[in-house]
C-alpha cells in the first residue's frame, strides 16, 4: 500500500509547477483554436464574402471598373426565371422517382428474405462512388439517338429503323441523375428501416392491422421525418448538379442554374463574371432558404425509434416472389453499373465508337493514353490531390469535430458553423467564389492557377462531410473512455492518440476513402480552377469529350473504374472488420 | 374469456431447437407466467401463440380454435387472433397521441366515432391514464407508456393476453407498485394471461400457475408456492434464490395420505426426514433442498437434522443476516435475524425446519 502513495504524495509536490504547464497549454489551446477560426474563415467566409463583391463589381479583380447592379439585374429577367424553373422542376422530377426506388429498395435489403442481400446491398450502393462524369459520358455513348450502342441493338433486334432512346432530353438529364440519387438516398433510408424497433410494428399486427396497413400506418409514417429529410437533401444536390445538365441538357438547350453559371464564363465572347457571381450569390441565398426550412419543418418531429437494442428486424418472407425482388435489384445494378461500364469497356477497343465491326479493332486508343503527357500529369495531379487533400480534409475534419462535440473549449460553436457553411455551397459556386478570392490574393502569394487551388476548393467542399463522419465517430464513444483513461494517468494528447484515435481511426479511414471518392469525381470547381499543368482527370475527361475522343475517355474511364473499385472494396473491409466491431 | 393450449409445440431454426415439444394448458382467465433465464425459449413461446413467429410443430388452440398447425400447415396470422400484447419496449408509436395510440386497434376493426372514444376512454380510465389522452407518445415517462400499452392491448376485448417482459424497464419500486396494480387489474377482468418474465419474484407474486423453462423445455408447471418449496429437479430448485442443496442417502420411504413421500436421509454428519415426490429405494443418493430461511442456529439443543461448523462470512442485509457456515456436509447458506451476529470464525450448530426439507433426485 504504501509503495503505491508515495509516488502520488511525490506528484503532489510537482503540483506548482503542472499549474504553471497549465495555463501555458490553455494559452496555447486558445492560438490553435484561433488558427482553425482563421483557416475555416478563409476556406468559407473569404471565398463566400468575394462572391459578394464580384457580384456587385462590373469587371474581374485587378481590372478597372465600378460597382452596379447589372448583375442582379440580369437574374430578374424572365431568361433567368425559366432557368430557375427548369432547374427546380428537374430536380423535383429526379427526387420523386429515386425517393420511391430508394424506398423500395431499403426494403427489399432490410426487410425482406431477399437472397444474398448482404452482397446486393454493396452493388446497388456502387453507382454513389462512381464519378458521375464516367456514367455521363458512358451513357452519352449507349444512348445516343444516332449511334448509341442501345439504339443499334433495339433496331438490330426489332428491324425498324427508329431510335428509341435519346439520352439528350429532359429524360435524360433526370435519368442519369436518378441513378446517383436512389444509392445516396438507399444509404440514408436503409439504416432507418434497420433501426427501427419492430416491436412498433408487431404491436400493430397485434392490434389487427395487417401488414400492408401496418406499413402505410405505422413503417413509413415512423420513417416520415426521415424520409422528409432525405428528400430536401436530394432535391439541394439536384439543384447542385452540374454534370447531368452539362451532358444531356445543353446538346437538347435545357438549361439550368450551374449550367447557365458554367456558359456565362466560357461560352462567352467576354465572360460574364458579375452575372455568374450574381447567380451564385442568389442560389447561396436559395439553398439557405432551403436548409432553414428543412431545420425548422423537422424540429421536434424526429421520433427515437430506437431503443439502443441490438436486434434484426422482422424479416417478410416472400416466398418465390423473393426472386422477383432479388432480380430486380440485379436489374438495377445492370443498367446503373454494368451497362455504362460495358460501354466503356467495348468503347475503348473500337476505332470510333458506335461502329461495332471486327475490323474497327484497335489498341490505338490505350497507346494514345498512355504516351499522352498531359493524361500522365492529370492522374498524377489527381492522385496527389486526392490523397493529400482526403488526409487533410479528414484530419481537419477530425480536428473540428473533436472541438465541437467533445470539448467544452469557447469558439466551438463557431469551428462548427463554418465547418458546416460549404454543405450550401455547390461546387460551381464556391469555386467562383475560390476563383476571386485566389486572384484577389496579394502577389506574393500565388495560389490562383495552381494546384494549391484545387487543394484548398476541395478542402473547403470535403469539409462538412468529414466533420460529420468524425462527429459521429466521436458520438459512439462515450465520454468516460476519455475520462477513465485521464484518471489512470493519461495526459490530454495520451488520452487522445491512445484512447480516441485508436478508437476513431477505422472511422476516419472510411471517411478518407470518401473524401478520396469525392476529390476524383469533383468537375465543377475543378473547371473553373484548374489552368495549364494542374488539370486534374474530370477536367481532361471533359476536354477529351469536346474534342470528340470519346473512345480515350473510355479508356481513363475504365481505370477510373478500376480505382474506385478497389478503394470502394478496402472502405467495405474496414468498416466490416473494425467499424462493426467496435461498435462505431 | 379464452384459454389457451399448446400441444407439443417446437421451434426449430436448423439444428437449433429454441423451443422444444412445449405442452401447455392455460385455463379461462388464468395467469400463467413464463419463467426461465434469457435464451430458454419463453418469448419465443409467447411470439408463437402471438403468430409472430411461426411453430415448426406441433399445435397451438386458442379457445377452441386451432391458430397454429405444424403438421397440417395451417397458420393464422397474429392480426386475426385477436389477442392483445404488451411489449418489453411497449412499442407505443411516437407519431400518435395516447388516445390515438388505444383508438388504433378500434380503427383498424372500423368501430364507429363515438363508440372509439367511449371505449379509448373506459380503458384509459382502467390504467388511469385518462388525463393524459391528448398527450404526444414521446412525452411519457416509461411507467406511463407500459399503461398507455395496457390500455392499448385491452381496448377491443382480446381474446387474451400476452404479456413479454413488461415490467422489466421500470425501475425496482415501479416494477413492484405496477405489477401488483396490472394483477389486481386482470383479476377484475378476468381476462387470459400469458407472461413472460425472467424475474422469480415477480413470476411468485403475480401468477395462477409459473411454467419454469430451460433451454427450450419445460422444467416444471405448478403454482408459485409448489414450485417454490417443491421443486422437480435442481434446475428448477437454484432458479428461486441460492437454496442449499445437500447430498445426502436415502434409508426408507414412506407414502403419505396427499401423495407425497416421506424419506429417511442420512448424510456426512446428520440424518433427518424430508418429503418428496417419490419414493427413493434405500441406498438412493439424493440432494436435500433447504433454503437459507428455513434454517436457524440451534439454541442449544443438537438434533439428528443438524450441522457443527464455523462461520466464515456474515453479510448485514437489513432485513436479514446472512451467514456462510463451513460444515462437514459442505458449505451452507442461513438467513438469521439481522439482530443476532455470531463472529465470523466462531463455531455454532445449525437445525432446519423438517417441514421444508424436501428431497429430489440428483
Known amino acids: 500500500m504504501s509503495e503505491i502513495v508515495a509516488p502520488l504524495q511525490a506528484g503532489r509536490a510537482e503540483r506548482p509547477a503542472s499549474a504553471g504547464l497549465w495555463s501555458r497549454w490553455a ?158 438516398l438507399f444509404l440514408f433510408i436503409v439504416d432507418v428501416f434497420r433501426a427501427m424497433d419492430p416491436a412498433l410494428e408487431e404491436s400493430s399486427r397485434m392490434c389487427g392491422a395487417s401488414r400492408l396497413r401496418t406499413f402505410g400506418g405505422i413503417t413509413l409514417m415512423l420513417m416520415l421525418p426521415a424520409l422528409t429529410n432525405a428528400f430536401i437533401l436530394s432535391f439541394i444536390r439536384g439543384m447542385e448538379n452540374f454534370e447531368s445538365p452539362l451532358f444531356f441538357g445543353a446538346p437538347a438547350k435545357i438549361t439550368v442554374i450551374t449550367t447557365e453559371m458554367y456558359n456565362s464564363i466560357n461560352h462567352h465572347a467576354t465572360p460574364d463574371y458579375q452575372y455568374a457571381t450574381a447567380i451564385g450569390f442568389g442560389v447561396m441565398i436559395l439553398m439557405f432558404a432551403l436548409v432553414i426550412a428543412q431545420w425548422r419543418l423537422l424540429r421536434g418531429r424526429s421520433f427515437t425509434t430506437v431503443t439502443g437494442k441490438g436486434y434484426s428486424p422482422s424479416v417478410m418472407k416472400l416466398g418465390k416472389w423473393r426472386w422477383a425482388t432479388f432480380g430486380f435489384c440485379v436489374l438495377f445494378f445492370f443498367i446503373t453499373v454494368v451497362l455504362p461500364v460495358s460501354q466503356l469497356f467495348i468503347g475503348s477497343f473500337f476505332r470510333f465508337f458506335g461502329f461495332y465491326q471486327w475490323d474497327m479493332l484497335t489498341l490505338e486508343h490505350y497507346r494514345a493514353v498512355f504516351s499522352s503527357s498531359e493524361i500522365w500529369r492529370a492522374i498524377s495531379n489527381t492522385m496527389l490531390l486526392g490523397l493529400g487533400g482526403a488526409t487533410l480534409t479528414m484530419a481537419l475534419g477530425a480536428v473540428v469535430a473533436y472541438i465541437s462535440v467533445r470539448t467544452k473549449w469557447r469558439g466551438r460553436r463557431v469551428i462548427d458553423a463554418l465547418a458546416w457553411l460549404p454543405w450550401m455551397m455547390p461546387g460551381m459556386v464556391l469555386g467562383i467564389g475560390f476563383l476571386w478570392a485566389f486572384a484577389m490574393l496579394p502577389g506574393p ?140 | 374469456m379464452a384459454s389457451i393450449s399448446l400441444q407439443n409445440v417446437s421451434r426449430h431454426f436448423g439444428d437449433f431447437a429454441a423451443v422444444d415439444g412445449v405442452d401447455l394448458e392455460a385455463a379461462s382467465g388464468e395467469f400463467v407466467t413464463l419463467l426461465g433465464a434469457s435464451g430458454c425459449g419463453k418469448t419465443t413461446t409467447l411470439r408463437m401463440v402471438a403468430g409472430l413467429e411461426q411453430n415448426t410443430g406441433g399445435r397451438i388452440v386458442i379457445d377452441d380454435e386451432v391458430v397454429s398447425d405444424a403438421a397440417r400447415g395451417a397458420f393464422m396470422p397474429p392480426e386475426k387472433r385477436r389477442l392483445g400484447m404488451v411489449f418489453q419496449s411497449y412499442a407505443i408509436w411516437p407519431h400518435m397521441t395516447v388516445f390515438d395510440n388505444v383508438a388504433y386497434p378500434l380503427r383498424i376493426r372500423r368501430r364507429p366515432k363515438d363508440e372509439i372514444s367511449q371505449r379509448v376512454k373506459l380503458a384509459l380510465k382502467l390504467v388511469e391514464m385518462d388525463s393524459f389522452a391528448a398527450r404526444p407518445a414521446p412525452a411519457l415517462s416509461g411507467g406511463q407508456q407500459q399503461r398507455v400499452a395496457i390500455a392499448r392491448a385491452l381496448v377491443f376485448e382480446p381474446r387474451v393476453l400476452l404479456l413479454d417482459e413488461p415490467l422489466s424497464n421500470l425501475d425496482a419500486r415501479l416494477r413492484t407498485q405496477t405489477g401488483d396494480e396490472f394483477r389486481a387489474l386482470q383479476k377484475r377482468l378476468g381476462i387470459t394471461s400469458l407472461y413472460v418474465t425472467h424475474d422469480q419474484t415477480e413470476a411468485m407474486a403475480l401468477s395462477d400457475r409459473v411454467v419454469v423453462m430451460s433451454k427450450g423445455r419445460i422444467l416444471q408447471i405448478g403454482a408459485p408456492e409448489e414450485i417454490y418449496r417443491r421443486p422437480n429437479n435442481r434446475g428448477v430448485a437454484e432458479f428461486f434464490g441460492s437454496p442449499n442443496l445437500i447430498a445426502a442417502t436415502a434409508r426408507a420411504s414412506r407414502p403419505l395420505a396427499d401423495g407425497l413421500f416421506s424419506i429417511d436421509v442420512e448424510g456426512d454428519g446428520w440424518s433427518g426426514q424430508c418429503q418428496a415426490s417419490e419414493g427413493f429405494s434405500p441406498g438412493t443418493v439424493v440432494s436435500v433442498m433447504l433454503r437459507p430461511e428455513n434454517m436457524r442456529i440451534s439454541d442449544g439443543d443438537a438434533p439428528a437434522m443438524s450441522w457443527k461448523g464455523e462461520v466464515t462470512a456474515s453479510v448485514f442485509r437489513g432485513a436479514q443476516r446472512s451467514l456462510s457456515v463451513k460444515t462437514a456436509a459442505g458449505p451452507l447458506n442461513v438467513d438469521i435475524s439481522a439482530f443476532a451476529h455470531p463472529a465470523v470464525g466462531s463455531n455454532i450448530t445449525l437445525v432446519a425446519d423438517e417441514a421444508a426439507a424436501w428431497a429430489m433426485a440428483t
Open chain 1, 445 to 584: 502569394i500565388p495560389i490562383y492557377g495552381t494546384i494549391w487551388a484545387l487543394l484548398l476548393a476541395y478542402l473547403a467542399l470535403g469539409t462538412p462531410v468529414a466533420t460529420r463522419v468524425m462527429t459521429g465517430a466521436y458520438a459512439q464513444l462515450s465520454f468516460d473512455l476519455e475520462e477513465c483513461s485521464r484518471v489512470h494517468g493519461a495526459s490530454f494528447f495520451q488520452t487522445l492518440s491512445r484512447i480516441l484515435v485508436a478508437l476513431a481511426w477505422p472511422s476516419f479511414a472510411v471517411g478518407w476513402v470518401l473524401t478520396f471518392f469525392g476529390i476524383m469525381r469533383e468537375l465543377s470547381a475543378s473547371v473553373l480552377l484548374y489552368s495549364v499543368g494542374s488539370e486534374v482527370l474530370s477536367v481532361v475527361l471533359m476536354k477529351l469529350w469536346a474534342n470528340g475522343l470519346a473512345e480515350q475517355v473510355s479508356v481513363i474511364g475504365l481505370m477510373m473504374m478500376l480505382l474506385v473499385i478497389l478503394f470502394r472494396y478496402v472502405q467495405i473491409k474496414i468498416l466490416q472488420r473494425y467499424v462493426t466491431t467496435l461498435g462505431v
Open chain 1, 27 to 184: 494559452s496555447g489551446r486558445g492560438i490553435g483554436v484561433l488558427a482553425i477560426i482563421l483557416l475555416l474563415s478563409f476556406l468559407t467566409i473569404y471565398p463566400f464574402a468575394m462572391l459578394f463583391y464580384g457580384s456587385l463589381h462590373s469587371t474581374p479583380p485587378g481590372m478597372a471598373g465600378e460597382y452596379n447592379l447589372n448583375g442582379y439585374r440580369q437574374l430578374l429577367s424572365k431568361e433567368a426565371l425559366g432557368i430557375l424553373l427548369n432547374t427546380v422542376g428537374i430536380s423535383l422530377g429526379k427526387t420523386i422517382p429515386s425517393l420511391t426506388l430508394a424506398v423500395f429498395l431499403a426494403w427489399i435489403i432490410a426487410r425482406t428474405d431477399t437472397p444474398c442481400r448482404d452482397k446486393l446491398e454493396v452493388l446497388i450502393t456502387l453507382p454513389f462512388f462512381i464519378p458521375p462524369i464516367l456514367t455521363a459520358m458512358a451513357w452519352a455513348m449507349l444512348g445516343n439517338p444516332q449511334v448509341g450502342l442501345l439504339n443499334q441493338l433495339f433496331k438490330w433486334a426489332t428491324g425498324v429503323n427508329y431510335s428509341p432512346i435519346n439520352v439528350y432530353s429532359w429524360g435524360g438529364v433526370v435519368w442519369h441523375m436518378v441513378q446517383y440519387s436512389t444509392p445516396f
